[in-house]
């Protein structure tokens, strides 16, 4: 739970400042992964695919009480680490308002199409979308509580003839909320 | 829900700014609305900061004064238009998700009396948060300098009654005195946090400044007001008050409120702090007693008229059973109070208010200027009537409390003993730094 007073103050704000714009929670959740396991998926196909995941990552928010989230987009980065083999990865997000909801198929709020992994910095992108992707609308409501739970999971495919390994190591993933209400 | 996300914050910058705008006194004269606010003659301030103008027969009030002025309340209207159904509205209906305590405050500080002609834009910039594992940063973009700087809050010094008699220019009476203050101060951090866009930083409490107090009673009163020099035409006017005050009862708290914030900035996920120091003297305890005066000077010459007042000088209650509590409130703790010193003796004070005004009269043409200062910072008026055959032109320029400049317009017809007067008068809201136009009406009656 956050500091009430922050989420009034700063909600309040939001109330006394926006009039008709919106206002946008730039989340760092890079911020809240870095330098643990969760930043980090590794993988291992022999063959076909395989699905993994990072561990559920509680992300904190303000609260933005019965306000309408019109609308959440992702962006990021990442790395590819001990790339062996040829192959592609596809990334699906899930969120929920507790931890065990990110296992859930319903969670899922995001899926980039699979793309061919290469030794170069990967872009979270999904077209027409050139460097962001955008949520899916179910996720929306869990960006007006407190607190989400986040869950990255990963589908590994193997095109080639030797094992499709290495770890994807993201380098920068922000969410960005925006919010609409028609206060005045 | 809403409500608990607005909050005390969304209420106290809301009433900070629009107070400001109400405590200058509702002004239902259409013909003072087109003047910049101006007072003229015996109307509106000048009978009620100085004390000389008791003493100015009506005569000497050349300025096209009526004796009465009927309020046409067409913003009651406009207001009644655009919420048909007030009582189910859920703008104003606390706990609706609809609920706006923006729309509700300004409504009640800001009486919609006057036709809004051009409504003040609301900003519509975005507003951007950073949050982090460690970090919390807002950017409210050109909204920022809506956040105030200075102290702001709502305050007011009334008579309400004053009921006496008087002989050869000496009144004897009981004047009712209120006098109420609220005034809030952000302090440095929460101030660079919302206007600079300074991060939150570890360790800091963010913190605003509350100073509230009301206190109200009753004072007998001899007052003196007469011409010691000159005519009927013109003339030195002298007036003076002496007021023994009774303190009915008083309520005053001073205190802080706010957030202290660890390290990390999201580690804690509550630490509100809040401390107050309340002295309060209920209506039945010893009365409170002080002495204070006012007194007025008018001096009119021909087309010249200049007075200056001054009010409530040295007027210092003294409590003699004050009771004094403090209290605290932490995440931890929670709320609590603990009892101080009881039948203990306090004092306040009631503000000096000032009035100083100027009127040139020459023809059909009046022309006036007047300064008034009721303790919250001095406001300007100036303005000026031409009067062709029924028909009437006016216009004038104020300075608020916040050193802004409004500006009034308008004018009228009079038809025998009955006139209508129209007036514009500019404005600035609580939430744009544009101006916004009102329209006021009313019928005059000479």
Known sequence: MRAKWLRAACLSVVVAACGNGEAIFNIDV??????TAQDTIPYFVLSGSLDTSSAPQLIRLLGAGSSVVDSVLIAGTDTVQSQSGSGTIAFKLYLAADSAGTRLPSARALSVPAGTVGS??????????????????????????????????????NTGATPFAGKIVITSLVLSVFINDKIF | ???????????????????????????????????????????????????????????????????????????????????????????????????????????????????????????????????????????????????????????????????????????????????????????????????????????????????????????????????IVGDGSSGLYV????????????????????????NPIFANPVNATAQTITQYSRAGNSFGHGVGGDVGVAWISGPIEVGLGVNDIGATITWPDTRTDTAFYTNATGGYSKPGPNHVQTTTKLPVSYIANLGYTVGNTTLGMDVLNTGRGATVHMGGEQRIS?????????????????????????????????????????LSNERAVTMATSVSIY
């Open chain 2, 239 to 262: 007036g003076g008050a002496l007021h023994y005050y009774l303190g009915v009862a008083y309520f005053r708290t001073d205190g802080t409120g706010g957030d202290s914030i660890g």
């Open chain 1, 120 to 157: 170069a910095a990967d872009t979270i992108s999904c077209p027409p979308r050139p460097a962001s992707c955008l949520l899916f609308s179910s996720a929306n409501p869990l960006f007006a509580k407190d607190s989400v739970w986040a869950r990255i999971a990963v589908t590994a495919s």
């Open chain 2, 1 to 227: 829900m809403r409500t608990s996300v607005i909050g005390v914050w969304v209420l106290a910058l809301t009433v900070g700014w629009a107070a400001r705008l109400s405590c200058q006194g509702l002004v239902f004269d259409a013909r003072r609305i087109g003047m910049g606010g101006l007072t003229l003659g015996r109307s509106g301030n000048l009978v009620r900061y100085n004390a000389a103008y008791r003493a100015v027969p009506p005569g000497e009030d050349r300025r096209g004064q009526p004796k009465a002025t009927i309020p046409i309340p067409l913003g009651v209207i406009q207001f009644l238009h655009d919420h048909p159904n007030l009582g189910s509205d859920p703008e104003f209906k606390p706990g609706s998700p609809g609920f706006n305590p923006v729309l509700a405050v300004n409504t009640i500080l800001n009486l919609p009396l006057y036709y809004e002609i051009k409504k003040a834009p609301t900003p519509t910039n975005n507003v951007v948060f950073g949050i982090g594992k460690d970090s919390l940063r807002v950017n409210l973009g050109a909204s920022a300098q809506l956040v105030p700087e200075d102290q702001f809050g709502i305050s007011g010094s009334s008579r309400p009654l004053d009921p006496g008699f008087g002989i050869k220019g000496v009144r004897v009476s009981v004047m009712g005195w209120l006098h109420d203050d609220v005034e809030l101060q952000l302090d440095d951090n929460l101030l660079g946090f919302l206007a600079d866009s300074q991060s939150a930083r570890h360790d800091s409490t963010y913190r605003v400044f509350v100073h509230g107090i009301v206190q109200g009673g009753f004072a007998p009163t001899v007052a003196y007001a007469g011409r």
């Open chain 1, 30 to 35: 890079y911020s809240f992964i870095k330098g």
């Open chain 2, 390 to 430: 029924i028909w009437a032109l006016r216009g004038g320029v104020a300075r608020d409390e916040r050193k802004r400049v409004e500006f009034g317009w308008g004018g009228g017809v009079r038809l025998g003993p009955l006139g209508l007067d129209v007036g514009f008068w500019t404005h600035t809201n609580s």
